[in-house]
T-cell receptor, first 113, second 117 residues
Framework: GNSVTQMEGPVTLSEEAFLTINCTYTATGYPSLFWYVQYPGEGLQLLLKATKADDKGSNKGFEATYRKETTSFHLEKGSVQVSDSAVYFCALRQKTSYDKVIFGPGTSLSVIP | DARVTQTPRHKVTEMGQEVTMRCQPILGHNTVFWYRQTMMQGLELLAYFRNRAPLDDSGMPKDRFSAEMPDATLATLKIQPSEPRDSAVYFC???????????????FGEGSRLTVL
């Protein structure tokens, strides 16, 4: 079945450090891929997305590239800020008639000044 | 500013009581998802509706949980009877499913935090 795997957290970084959160997926065909972010006490919100191989999604300094050959969608940011502290979820959605969204377990990020 | 609205935001109840959570999806969205979030299990899909029809409720404990969409503006998740292990944050999300591939972004509500004593 479809699944999403993320690196274990929590991740703690100093402000301005480089961030990578790994995400790999298992799916039939070529799903759409997403990163969602959840701030404390809130629901998830879309951070970025990619719909086909080699697409790069980007938003607020975050980037992720859809890699079909490695079935990966790693999240990166060159310089994190304290305000980036949140839980990050990788997700996929099949482009078929049955297109439920599958989320990874989430990775908690804390950025310290 | 369109958003998904969930009620109640917080609910504390005694074991055995009935709990109903409500969700108003964004107007025009034709897919609705219910997720449960706990520290141990992360985000679990409970139910998925498209055009008000249930497509998948395999994630729900059938003996106590039920999900419905009486109309396009309301989705409900009911637990009867509730148990302490049901304590979690329940999220509703809506989106648009088009006839083509579609990018499938979901818009989440702020969640209903349930505590069953």
């Amino acid at each position: 079945g479809n699944s999403v795997t993320q690196m274990e957290g929590p991740v703690t970084l100093s402000e301005e450090a480089f961030l990578t959160i790994n995400c790999t997926y298992t799916a039939t065909g070529y799903p759409s891929l997403f990163w969602y972010v959840q701030y404390p006490g809130e629901g998830l919100q879309l951070l970025l997305k990619a719909t086909k191989a080699d697409d790069k999604g980007s938003n607020k300094g975050f980037e992720a590239t859809y890699r079909k050959e490695t079935t990966s969608f790693h999240l990166e940011k060159g310089s994190v800020q304290v305000s980036d502290s949140a839980v990050y979820f990788c997700a996929l959605r099949q482009k078929t008639s049955y297109d439920k969204v599958i989320f990874g377990p989430g990775t908690s990020l804390s950025v310290i000044p | 500013d369109a958003r998904v609205t969930q009620t109640p935001r917080h609910k504390v109840t005694e074991m055995g009581q009935e709990v109903t959570m409500r969700c108003q999806p964004i107007l025009g969205h034709n897919t609705v998802f219910w997720y449960r979030q706990t520290m141990m299990q992360g985000l679990e899909l409970l139910a998925y509706f498209r055009n008000r029809a249930p497509l998948d409720d395999s994630g729900m404990p059938k003996d106590r949980f039920s999900a419905e969409m009486p109309d396009a503006t309301l989705a409900t998740l009911k637990i009867q009877p509730s148990e302490p292990r049901d304590s979690a944050v329940y999220f509703c999300a809506s989106g648009i499913r088009t006839g083509g591939a579609g990018t499938g972004e979901l818009f989440f509500g702020e969640g209903s935090r349930l505590t069953v004593l």
